[in-house]
T-cell receptor, first 111, second 115 residues
Framework: AQTVTQSQPEMSVQEAETVTLSCTYD???????LFWYKQPPSRQMILVIR??????QNATENRFSVNFQKAAKSFSLKISDSQLGDTAMYFC????????FGQGTRLTINP | NAGVTQTPKFQVLKTGQSMTLQCAQD?????MSWYRQDPGMGLRLIHY???????DQGEVPNGYNVSRSTTEDFPLRLLSAAPSQTSVYFC??????????????FGPGTRLTVL
């Protein structure tokens, strides 16, 4: 069975700083997808970024980028120039046959 | 497009009551699923469907039933509510379960409290 682990329950940084959220996963699959979802206080789940396992190039979406290390089964999210609106829960998720979520990291951006 | 809609947004039940959480999507997606979100545990898959007439169990299916009579609708039924089912429930859909078109679109969630 696949498992996803987010080892940082909470993080807090100052506005404009860069922050990295960690995620590791365990699988025997070779073809899969990885995601980071953001859940603001509104509770809505919002897709932040996606990575296909067969792609070596790390995905980037504006201020959000990932460091995908397939051999190490690691998938961290870097948020550059953090903004107050980035305050949210962030979930790492793994998809092969079904979507499996990590426990989440509560990120607070302080003014 | 309305995307994925869920009703109700909030619900309070007494132990033993039954109810149905509604979920609908207007994107003609094949794959639909239900998750529950509990503090410190992320989202866990309850049931899913890969198309009309086809459903299967996820990680935590006990106490819940689903059906998929149309592509658009995927209701979740609680047969006899228990306090352990107090949670936030999310419905999600994607064009396919896996492959390139697998981005899941989530509904706004239903906060359910069982007393």
């Amino acid at each position: 069975a696949q498992t996803v682990t987010q080892s940082q329950p909470e993080m807090s940084v100052q506005e404009a700083e860069t922050v990295t959220l960690s995620c590791t996963y365990d699988t025997s699959e070779n073809n899969y997808y990885l995601f980071w979802y953001k859940q603001p206080p509104s509770r809505q789940m919002i897709l932040v970024i996606r990575q296909e396992a067969y792609k070596q190039q790390n995905a980037t979406e504006n201020r959000f980028s990932v460091n995908f290390q397939k051999a190490a089964k690691s998938f961290s999210l870097k948020i550059s120039d953090s903004q107050l609106g980035d305050t949210a829960m962030y979930f790492c998720a793994f998809l092969a046959q079904k979507l499996v979520f990590g426990q989440g990291t509560r990120l607070t951006i302080n003014p | 497009n309305a995307g994925v809609t869920q009703t109700p947004k909030f619900q309070v039940l007494k132990t033993g009551q039954s109810m149905t959480l509604q979920c609908a999507q207007d994107m003609n997606h094949e794959y639909m699923s239900w998750y529950r979100q509990d503090p410190g545990m992320g989202l866990r898959l309850i049931h899913y469907s890969v198309g009309a007439g086809i459903t299967d169990q996820g990680e935590v299916p006990n106490g819940y039933n689903v059906s998929r009579s149309t592509t658009e609708d995927f209701p979740l039924r609680l047969l006899s509510a228990a306090p352990s089912q107090t949670s936030v429930y999310f419905c999600a859909s994607s064009q396919h379960r896996t492959g390139p078109y697998n981005e899941q679109f989530f509904g706004p969630g239903t906060r359910l409290t069982v007393l």
